[in-house]
């Protein structure tokens, strides 16, 4: 089938954002050199829908070095770089994604990899394997398994696995410590800053950032906004983090409270109505709202768009609302993705282990096609530490190994 990307000829600057990932991702480029020799995948189909930028391009690259047949889509509309799409064709792979897709051309291009008949799938939010359920049942005795990225897409699966209908194994990477103790925390943490700052083109110091939701990601992107000089608010629906948000120095109130003192909102859920129409009309004149959840649902945008009697542009990314009572309110890339679709996504070195993650439990999937009876299967811990010890060699740094009297100590029963 033939690739569909904007422009074939934006090649040679999507190599470039390629390479300069590659020389800072240590981990698959040792993955990379291993795979090239074994070729663990030689006659896999993968099915990928992963942030279409620079570093998802470089992890199909090494996929696709141990023998894989690469179909590669994006998970936003917004996050796509045409020019690292085309970078990825230029070199062989199968890739149906553009930036600013329609709904209806972000269907048709995440039906187009799951038509190639995958036996791996690689979801960040969930949509292929929601998509080969609910529309191609005819092509699930393929898959052998998958790995799912986000905090989405595993609660996606979960429920699907509760009613019965998750119907091939899927592996939890998103759960994997080197990913969400990292990915999460730093990654996003960084990253959302990043698409926020160049975005925004203001300062954060002295100002009041709410951020919604104090899981792995939250708790990233509040310690930024306090090393930026924030002050920080937290809202959450869950008491033990909301506690823990507490003694981690930071306030805790309600969202239709905190609208009222926020400059900066952003959201970090992973559900839906966080922001709505109480907290928009209460809010600061010029208050900038952003989401850092996997869709676009947790700042209520459409809601937003009705009760506004006027919108435009404002800058580049940033659409402003005036309401009623002529209060302005800011929205960052249209309440999708922050981090890349206003950026470039979490750092490379950040990816390099999570990318590693997905690598090593693909290829676990492989290895372990006959005997996976559980639909839903956390990462091994062995791979968890291979993956730390590869990256702590990386740095350069040791670390201390038990003696066997310490491990029958800590072993004894006695």
Known sequence: MPSEIRDINLWESGKRKIEWVKNNMPLLRSIEEEFS???????????????LEAKTAYLCKVFAAGGAEMFVTGSNPLSTQDDVASALVHDGLNVFAWYNATEEEYHRHISEVIKAAPNIIIDDGGDLVHLIHSEYPQLIGNVIG????TTTGIHRLRAMNEAGKLKFPMMLVNDADCKHLFDNRYGTGQSVWDGINRTTNLIVA??????????????????RAKGL???VI?????PIKAMEAVMDGFKVMKMTEAAKLGDFFITVTGCRDVICEDSFRVMKDGAICCNAGHFDVEVDVAGLKKIAVESHLARNNITCYTLDNGKRINVIAEGRLVNLAAGDGHPAEIMDMSFAIQLLSSLYLVQHKDSLNERIINVPPEI????A????KFWNMEIDELTPAQREYLNSTE
């Open 229 to 231: 000089g924030a002050s």
């Open 206 to 223: 002295g100002k009041n950032v709410v951020v919604a939701g104090y899981g792995w990601c939250g708790k990233g992107v509040a310690m």
């Open 37 to 51: 020799v074994s070729k663990p995948f030689t006659g896999i189909k993968i099915a990928l829908s992963v942030h």
């Open 389 to 392: 010890r590869r990256k702590l």
């Open 146 to 149: 998958g790995c799912e990225e």
């Open 234 to 238: 937290i809202t959450e629906v869950d």
């Open 384 to 387: 968890d530490r291979e993956v």
